[in-house]
């Protein structure tokens, strides 16, 4: 098993994220001690609503980013919207409001490639459901890092379009039902 | 673990370009300039970071090629659109008390909000009574802010987000439709002075009542963002007022306790006295 090595998730979903991130995030035990970054691609212009929905149903700790901030163990990460998150190598938080990536800002594969800078072999990428492509190059990043890509299921996935992209942007991905993404992930604090 | 070869690359490019040109990015994010150094080095048909490295030494056509990577950001007009409201309704009350205004817009880029707060001040009956200094490191930016001219596929948001922030007029009051483009009258520059000004190497600017500078430290490593607060507390008047991006906050800064939160929800903060 190679569970305990994992020292970060980043996870970036799209249309149908809301219900695949409910099969997971509330699995997490409290004293989960991983960090966990989320890119959800949301309008511009709606302040964040995704924290105080995910606060309310998650054990672990839910907030979103901010700039500078000192990355935390067991804590779950959302992006801004209107802002790319990064993660820096000294394990701290960068938001930018460089242009939008793949029509998206935040952007998932901003995440991702930062995240595979900062922890390498130490990070697990998850596309879930979404209907563009943003994620696929940043997933495929993160196993040439040596980190480990998963992807869901395209099959079951609400939108099937990028996990199918992301299967087809790195080929190494393994390939699981929500559910079973969620059992993986929530083990993964188990050293 | 050794580091991968990309990152001694940037950092070896930031630092030729700060001793060749005094460009001083070397305290930026690191991520989100790497990230801009990657995708330029890949659109200017760079074999890699260290082959840009050469051009930008050897071949003095690179820099503002690059520079354009580096420094220039795509905003809106009325960007936030809350935030200009709250200038307009809380921040201009304060501002008329003065006989003469100084408005400083540190990182101006293009000039999207430059031209924003010009409207904004016309639109207050403050315009004559104020000089506006619009400064960023990028020439080429701050050529287009001078000139004034956006595609016009832009112009929608910019009126619905003048729109959202008060306006009292219409935003087509102020440009002229031309081939595509809208070209922003001229006598909103009339109260404007452009200047190439660094926050990172250049000293205090002038004795500002406001000073708007948004999502230009959010790029800056914690020590260069102290340094850049540190000039804005130093270039404000006493109860002068500071404009910050929506996700900027002077929480952790070491100046946090010279400025007093004037609306916290929009990041506009204000001078103490020293």
């Known amino acids: ?35 966990v970054f989320v890119v959800v691609h949301v309008p511009p212009d709606r302040s964040n609503i995704l924290v105080p929905l995910f606060e309310a149903r998650c054990k672990i700790a839910v907030k979103e980013a901010e700039d500078k901030e000192p990355v935390v163990g067991g804590v779950v990460y959302f992006a801004p919207s209107d802002y790319h998150m990064l993660v820096e190598e000294d394990f701290t938080i960068s938001l930018s409001s460089d242009e939008p990536v793949n029509h998206s800002r935040p952007a998932i594969d901003v995440l991702f490639e930062s995240a595979a800078d900062a922890y390498g072999a130490g990070l697990v990428g998850v596309v879930l459901t979404g209907a563009n492509q943003d994620g696929a190059a940043g997933l495929a990043t993160i196993a040439e890092a040596g980190g480990t890509a998963i992807v869901e299921d395209p099959t079951g996935a609400y939108s099937a379009q990028m996990p199918t992209f992301a299967l087809a942007a790195c080929p190494a991905a393994m390939t699981m039902p929500i559910e079973q993404i969620a059992s993986d992930l929530s083990v993964r604090g188990n050293a | 673990m050794r580091p991968n070869i990309e990152d001694i690359e940037v950092e070896l490019l930031l630092e030729a370009l700060y001793q060749r040109y005094h460009y ?172 190439d000004h660094s926050l990172v190497t250049d000293a205090v600017f002038a004795e500002m009542h406001l000073i708007s500078c948004r999502n230009v430290m959010i790029y800056f490593d914690r020590p260069l963002q102290d340094r850049a607060l540190g000039l804005f507390h130093e270039s404000l008047l006493r109860k002068g007022f500071l404009g910050l991006g929506s996700k900027e906050n002077l929480r952790f800064s070491a100046h946090a306790n010279d400025f007093a939160e004037f609306d916290r929800a929009e990041k506009i903060y204000q001078r103490l006295a020293a």
């Open chain 1, 1 to 35: 098993m190679t569970v305990g090595t994992t020292k970060a998730i980043v996870i970036g979903a799209s249309a149908g994220a809301v219900e695949a991130l409910l099969t997971i995030l509330p699995k997490f035990p409290k004293d989960y001690p991983i960090p």
């Open chain 2, 24 to 195: 001083d990015f070397r305290h930026y994010a690191k991520a989100s300039i790497k990230r801009r150094l990657v995708q330029a080095c890949t659109q200017l048909h760079f074999s890699s970071i260290s082959a840009m490295q050469n051009a930008l030494l050897h071949d003095a056509s690179t820099l503002p090629r690059l520079l354009n990577y580096l420094t220039v950001q795509v905003s809106e007009m009325f960007r936030d659109p809350s935030y200009f409201r709250a200038i307009r309704e809380k921040v201009v009350p304060h501002l008329r008390t003065y006989p003469s205004l100084k408005v400083w817009i540190a990182g101006c880029s293009t000039g999207e909000e430059l031209y924003s707060f010009a409207i904004l001040f016309r639109e207050e009956g403050l315009e004559d009574r104020t000089i506006f200094y619009a400064t960023d490191i990028n020439p080429t930016a701050l050529h287009d802010a001078e000139a004034g001219v956006f595609t016009l596929d832009r112009i929608q948001k910019f009126t619905e987000n003048h729109q959202k922030s008060g306006g009292r007029s219409s935003l087509s009051d102020y440009y002229t439709a031309n081939y595509g483009r809208a070209v922003f009258d001229k006598s909103l520059r009339e109260q404007v002075v452009f200047s």
